[in-house]
């Protein structure tokens, strides 16, 4: 019961580095997620999909870029690493429908330390 | 815009003891509610939600939640306190029912030490 799966779950990248976070999940939820989490602010939304092909900024979106190109996968890119991007990762997924009401599940987070 | 917060950064409470963690939110709309809860170096496990119908929400680990409409509360209770529910707690909303709206925001956590 793999639900919502990150790698990697730790990595340090040097500033102007890039790397790909990467998520999937198999629980064939349409809606996905990438937040991060920096101490005592809470999570901030980056990046989210409401299904493949079709990706929308969040909160935070400076820095960064997803793509979805199947429903299962949604790789968060950074491009061009800095110190400010220090912070854990986490990417989420749900069934969302008009209903709504539908849990938003979370994967165990990656820690990301940019020096 | 919607928003979440959590009153308390930190709280200290004994074993055995009651807790209530408190969260208010700013929402127009019915709000779907989210409680999580999140030990130190792990993701995020949901402990309870409110979408609608009773107001009193049962959740995980002897947790509950009553969501109060006329006050724009959604707070955590649980009767007494063990040791292993030392975490960090997160209050979540969600905005809108579907479409591009469905995502959560989230409140700044409160910090529960148990001390035993």
């Known amino acids: 019961n793999a639900g919502v799966t990150q790698t990697p779950k730790f990595r340090i990248l040097k500033i102007g580095q890039s790397m790909t976070l990467q998520c999937t999940q198999d629980m064939n939820h349409n809606y996905m997620y990438w937040y991060r989490q920096d101490p005592g602010m809470g999570l901030k939304l980056i990046y989210y999909s409401v299904g493949a092909g079709i990706t929308d900024k969040g909160e935070v979106p400076n820095g960064y870029n997803v793509s979805r190109s199947t429903t299962e996968d949604f790789p968060l890119r950074l491009e061009l690493a800095a110190p400010s991007q220090t912070s854990v990762y986490f990417c989420?997924?749900?069934?969302?429908?008009?209903?709504?009401?539908?849990?938003?599940?979370f994967g165990e987070g990656s820690w990301l330390t940019v020096v | 815009a919607q928003s979440v917060t959590q009153p308390d950064i930190h709280i200290t409470v004994s074993e055995g003891a009651s807790l209530e963690l408190r969260c208010n939110y700013s929402y127009g709309a019915t709000p779907y509610l989210f409680w999580y809860v999140q030990s130190p170096g792990q993701g995020l496990q949901l402990l309870l939600k409110?979408?609608?119908?009773?107001?009193l929400v049962q959740g995980i680990k002897g947790f509950e939640a009553e969501f109060k409409r006329s006050q724009s509360s959604f707070n955590l209770r649980k009767p007494s306190v063990h040791w292993s529910d030392a975490a960090e707690y997160f209050c979540?909303?969600?905005?809108?029912?579907?479409?591009?709206?469905?995502?959560?925001?989230f409140g700044k956590g409160t910090l529960l030490t148990v001390n035993p």
């Open positions: 409110y979408f609608s119908g009773d107001t």
């Open positions: 979540a909303v969600v905005s809108g029912t579907g479409g591009s709206n469905y995502k959560l925001t």
């Open positions: 989420a997924s749900s069934y969302a429908g008009n209903a709504g009401g539908n849990t938003i599940y």
